[in-house]
């Protein structure tokens, strides 16, 4: 199964995926909004293709979405994995990869989705969180879920102290995932 990762930062989620030996292999190409962003580097050090783009280029969503899927066609991707992609996926990308894009993010949806998740339990008060890997629709954060972990909220944890625990459950988790995506859905993966 051949993979395209799309990223808007520095790709810590994208790091993780890549140091997986199993998943290293199906990833064909790295689609990010941000030409300047770290994960270009990542990728180019790792000899991945890279399709970068800033969106104000374009009239519109459906133009970049479609330049996004010319380059998807060229490298005959058949799975998509948002990792810190900052963008809604629109009707040209979501028609083309329907059930075949993935996102992961930071709180136990349906709880605390879009920007800010982390912030938002804390000023709630929860006493745990956690991250979700879902399929992405067409909402924000709504696509069924494929699976989750916890992560207990201490009373002394702030901001920064929360991220970092998230991020380091994110970067066992969702290479775990995405390996068995590929494990499930590489034998007989139709178009």
Known sequence: MKLAVFASGNGSNFQALIDEATIRPHIELVVCDRPEAYVVKRAEQHAIPVFTFSAKAFANKAAYENAILHELEKYAVDFVVLAGYM?????????????????LHPSLLPKFPGKDAIQQALDAGER???VTAHFVDEGMDTGPVIDQARVLIKKEDGLEELT?????????????VVKQLILKQGEGFEK
């Open 164 to 176: 970092a625990k998230i991020h380091q459950i994110e970067h066992h988790f969702y290479p775990n």
């Open 87 to 103: 963008r809604l996926i629109g009707p040209t990308l979501l028609t083309k990869f329907l059930n075949r894009i993935i996102n």
């Open 128 to 130: 745990e969180t956690g």
